[in-house]
C-alpha cells in the first residue's frame, strides 16, 4: 500500500494529537492556575540559593506555565 505524503501528515497529525492530549491531562500543575504557579515560582526564585530539587521545580513550573499559556501548541 502506498502512503501520499498528505495522507502521512494526516497520520502524523493525529498521532501526535492523540499524544498530547495525554499530556495534557496529566501532570503535577494540571489543577493549578498561572497566576499560582507563578506565585510559587516568585516564592522559589526569592530564594539566594536554590537545591537542585528546587531549581527542578523551578523549570517544572516555568514548564507548566508556557504549556497553559499554550506555547506548546
Given at each position: 500500500m502506498k502512503i501520499t505524503k498528505n495522507q502521512l501528515r494526516k497520520l502524523i497529525k493525529e498521532e501526535v494529537e492523540d499524544f498530547l492530549q495525554d499530556v495534557k491531562s496529566?501532570?503535577?500543575?494540571?489543577?493549578?492556575?498561572?497566576?499560582?504557579?507563578?506565585?510559587?515560582?516568585?516564592?522559589?526564585?526569592?530564594?539566594?540559593?536554590?537545591?537542585?530539587?528546587?531549581?527542578?521545580?523551578?523549570k517544572q513550573i516555568q514548564f507548566a506555565i508556557n504549556a497553559k499559556q499554550g506555547d506548546y501548541k
Amino acid at each position: 500500500m502506498k502512503i501520499t505524503k498528505n495522507q502521512l501528515r494526516k497520520l502524523i497529525k493525529e498521532e501526535v494529537e492523540d499524544f498530547l492530549q495525554d499530556v495534557k491531562s496529566t501532570g503535577e500543575w494540571t489543577d493549578y492556575t498561572i497566576e499560582e504557579l507563578e506565585s510559587k515560582k516568585a516564592a522559589l526564585m526569592k530564594k539566594e540559593k536554590r537545591t537542585a530539587a528546587e531549581q527542578k521545580t523551578v523549570k517544572q513550573i516555568q514548564f507548566a506555565i508556557n504549556a497553559k499559556q499554550g506555547d506548546y501548541k
